[in-house]
């Protein structure tokens, strides 16, 4: 079974950092790529960056470009969104999902992690 | 970039076709033919529907379909049914290799 499996909910503190991790499995890895999406609460989908696990080219929308990274780890079929210092506007839904090209859309989601950032 | 404009809400009876737009401009909407939609039940990840403007992913009914023209695509919902109340997002590539998202539709079945 095609599947991306994410880590768990976090709960951190404002200028924490945190990296939060989205597992592939049932594909090839390499040959798709994998991108992040926003959900603040109760609102709609933000498209955040995108990146090709074979070879870490990578591309971010001007909204979240600096203010966060994506990277992946093409070893262990999976892919992660850092932040090095945590906002309370970066509380959240995140998810991955999966597309055939950086054009297509999004054929295989996550089930999502919730960030939460509260002092 | 900004947001693709859906409509915030349409409605319908059971059994009715509905019909959601997504305007954006000549930078990605209407340069492109990947438009996709997606519906999102509450509480879950969403779903892809439609990709490349008009393609069906294996296992999406043919009651759901999408078109372009210029700069705004369109997603129909036909015989609709209880089980499409959710929202629903388009998304479009861009003319700066990103995608960018619609705001967001809420369909309710009457």
Known sequence: ?119 | QSALTQPASVSGSPGQSITISCTGTSSDVGAYNYVSWYQQHPGEAPKLLIYDVSSRPSGVSNRFSGSKSDNTASLTISGLQAEDEADYYCSSYTSSSTRVFGGGTKLTVL
Do not use: H
Request: glycine share 10%.
């Open chain 1, 1 to 119: 079974e095609v599947q991306l499996v994410q880590s768990g909910a976090e709960v951190k503190k404002p200028g924490e950092s945190l990296k939060i991790s989205c597992k592939g499995s049932g594909y090839s890895f390499t040959n798709y790529w994998i991108g992040w999406v926003r959900q603040m609460p109760g609102k709609g989908l933000e498209w955040m960056g995108i990146i090709y696990p074979g070879d870490s080219d990578t591309r971010y929308s001007p909204s979240f470009q600096g203010q966060v990274t994506i990277s992946a780890d093409k070893s262990i079929s999976t892919a992660y969104l850092q932040w090095s210092s945590l906002k309370a506007s970066d509380t959240a839904i995140y998810y991955c999902a999966r597309s055939s090209t950086r054009r297509d859309g999004f054929d295989i989601w996550g089930q999502g992690t919730m960030v939460t950032v509260s002092s």
